[in-house]
């Protein structure tokens, strides 16, 4: 059993942040040594409620004291054990307050880190908020040109929206992803996150975006002439000549093997509609415009 009593501490402590007649200025660098204490007292004793308030009355002193990055460590101690008591605005809070104070440190990566791992903490009871989460913490990343370092949050945010069946938002996001890779050179990233976002629009049967899709991102001889590029354009086609059997062989290559295992699950899927009225709809509008005089 501890000899130290973490109860006295956090006493000691406020007496020492609180003005009084005696004492016409706040202790804040004293009174940090013994919330510190006193939160790893707590934590150790497994008091994750104490603990959660000793950690925040910590950061708190040490942003008093102009160390902005001891105060967004201590935060993030907070926001992990706010998760273990299932106070999930807390968990927001306190990582979003986390990076903010590492902005101020000018530290783009510990900024972008922390709201990924809240992000992650909430992905499974709040979706919307980790989706901004990991926008945000892209956003970071991509202003301070360090976008191959955003890789992962790109994955994890794509994740969340095929979960969240955000399949429009899916695909803007991987395309996303695509011009992140372009500006630092990963080819190989670049062409798999443009044939994730084709394979998407193709899950939900949306062919016209998916050529559109295609047709954009072929203005990149990278992809043009990658292998992903290649799977792409046959796939396609497959679709014009509502071949089912060729789109399920071509799911099963080796260029949507090595994609992430998310849009492997939805390639395996397809074709999801019916091919018969895509090609109907096709011939409808090739009609449409032969008779079109203007």
Not at 11 to 21: D, P, R
Not at 78 to 87: D, F, H, T, V
Not at 104 to 113: H, M, N, T, V
Not at 198 to 222: G, R
């Amino acid at each position: 059993m501890s000899k130290v009593d973490p109860e006295k501490l956090m006493v000691k402590a406020e007496k020492l942040t609180k003005l009084s007649f005696t004492r016409w200025t706040a202790d804040w660098k004293s009174a940090v040594v013994l919330y510190e204490q006193a939160a790893n007292e707590f934590r150790a004793t497994r008091n994750d409620e104490k603990a959660k308030i000793a950690f925040e009355k910590a950061s708190k002193c040490h942003e008093m004291i102009s160390q902005p990055w001891d105060a967004a460590k201590h935060l993030e101690s907070a926001g992990s054990l706010a998760k273990q008591l299932g106070e999930w605005n807390e968990v927001l809070d306190f990582f979003r307050r986390a990076s903010e104070l590492y902005s101020e440190c000018g530290r783009a990566q510990p900024a972008s880190d922390a709201l990924a791992k809240g992000a992650r903490l909430l992905a499974e009871v709040n979706p919307e908020e980790a989706i901004r989460l990991f926008n945000d913490a892209c956003a970071i990343l991509e202003e301070d040109g360090k976008e191959q370092m955003a890789f992962d949050l790109y994955r994890d945010a794509t994740e969340v929206y095929i979960k969240l069946e955000r399949y429009t938002d899916a695909a803007s996001l991987l395309l996303r992803w695509g011009l992140a890779a372009d500006h630092c050179k990963a080819v190989n990233s670049q062409c798999k996150a443009y044939l994730g976002a084709i394979l998407v629009y193709l899950y939900t049967h949306d062919f016209k975006q998916a050529e559109k899709c295609y047709n954009d991102c072929s203005q990149i001889d990278a992809f043009l002439s990658s292998d992903q590029g290649r799977c792409s354009s046959k796939l396609l086609a497959a679709y014009e000549e509502g071949d089912a059997e060729e789109i399920k062989r071509i799911c099963l290559s080796s260029a949507i093997s090595h994609l992430d295992h998310m849009i492997i699950r939805l390639a395996r899927k397809l074709p999801t509609g019916d091919l018969t009225s895509l090609r109907a709809k096709d011939a409808e509008e090739e009609a449409l415009d032969e008779d079109d005089l203007t």
